[in-house]
């Protein structure tokens, strides 16, 4: 069934979630407290959807006419949440601006409306009105969500246990892989595996050890390969679990205690070095962002479309044959 659905942020993650229920068929609004963000949602989301369709990843139906009726842009919340089933909430990750952005979900959305955040590390239920409270969870993305299939679902407290159900139903049925959560924990599992592994880099590089390319290498020619494969606890049982008791015992390494700031990273900033979309960080990229994405996104949905066909052994879908 097509909902009406809100999404408030148009930023990196908003245009994005946008396009992502427009192709599960639903009818969007998006909406953004800065006009030059919405405007700029539209050249975005334009640009992905053309990459989908390209690759096969869309319907050739979906052109920018389509998108152009399937997600309108309104500049007020008000319009924005008027007879919205679903809210979207993908604003900034502050406490102060999701409160009052939910106090005003509460003013003006339909009671009925199922209040989805896409908080990465907030827990954002203290921060909503009780009497929204049991039509309120979290349904977190990654980016870009258009081509990553994992979506987090966690209850808030007092969450009505067929909410969670209807939101893992519209997940699966826009093709993606939601994964309820027993309960809300900063960074769900993936966020928190890839906080982890940040740790260890920040360490490598700031210590002199390793260069970013040196630790990319790494990472893509050592670690990256089997992953889509056997995930981590399914290498786990390939590597063979007596293996794993002696690293854990051998006192040679440990792992780096979370840091509060990397120099590395620190240095970088402040020279300007942001990432891809000011043309440098870690590396040098040049300035044509759009190009950047594009390349990012052709990579990305030729490795789904080869691991779609290959299979995983780990996981949700696991197969052993
Ligand atoms: N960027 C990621 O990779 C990523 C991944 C998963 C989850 N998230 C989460 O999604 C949320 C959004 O992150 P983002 O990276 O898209 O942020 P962003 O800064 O790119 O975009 C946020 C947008 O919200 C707008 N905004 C602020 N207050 C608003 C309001 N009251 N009403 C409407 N719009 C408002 C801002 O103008 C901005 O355009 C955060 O909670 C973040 O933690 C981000």
Not at 72 to 83: F, H, N, V
């Amino acid at each position: 069934m097509a909902l009406k659905v809100a999404v408030l942020g148009a930023g990196t993650m908003g245009h994005a979630l946008a396009l992502v229920y427009a192709l599960g068929g639903h009818e969007v609004r998006l909406t953004d407290t800065s006009m030059s963000m919405l405007d700029k949602a539209g050249g975005l989301m334009e640009k992905a959807l053309a990459g989908l369709v390209a690759h096969g990843e869309a319907p050739a139906e979906c052109t920018a006419e389509w998108l152009a009726g399937a997600v309108t842009r309104l500049p007020t919340l008000a319009e924005t949440l008027e007879d919205a089933d679903l809210v979207v909430e993908a604003i900034v990750e502050q406490p102060d601006a999701k409160r009052a952005v939910y106090a005003e979900v509460d003013r003006l959305a339909p009671m009925h409306a199922l209040i989805a955040s896409n908080t990465s590390y907030l827990d954002p239920f203290p921060l909503i009105p009780a009497r929204r409270q049991p039509r309120s969870l979290i349904m977190h993305w990654y980016t870009p969500p258009y081509l990553v299939d994992l979506v987090d679902i966690v209850a808030g407290p007092e969450c009505d246990p067929d909410c969670v159900a209807d939101a893992r139903d519209l997940v699966a049925a826009m093709g993606k892989v939601p994964l309820v959560m027993k309960t809300f924990v900063p960074g769900y599992i993936a966020n928190r595996i890839q906080s982890a592994i940040a740790a260890e880099v920040y360490k490598l590089i700031d210590d002199g050890v390793a260069t970013a390319e040196e630790i990319d290498t790494a990472i893509v020619h050592g670690l990256a390969l089997r992953i889509p494969v056997v995930g981590v606890l399914a290498k786990a049982d390939f590597t063979g679990l007596p293996l794993l008791q002696h690293a854990l015992r051998n006192a040679t390494y440990q792992p780096p205690p979370p840091a509060e700031r990397s120099s590395t990273l620190d240095s970088l900033v402040a020279a300007g070095r942001t990432g891809v979309m000011a043309g440098a960080g870690y590396y040098d990229w040049g300035k044509d962002t759009a190009a950047l994405f594009e390349a990012r996104d052709r990579r990305l949905i030729a490795l789904k479309q080869a691991m779609r066909g290959i299979g995983t052994m780990a996981g949700a879908g696991r197969q052993v044959d």
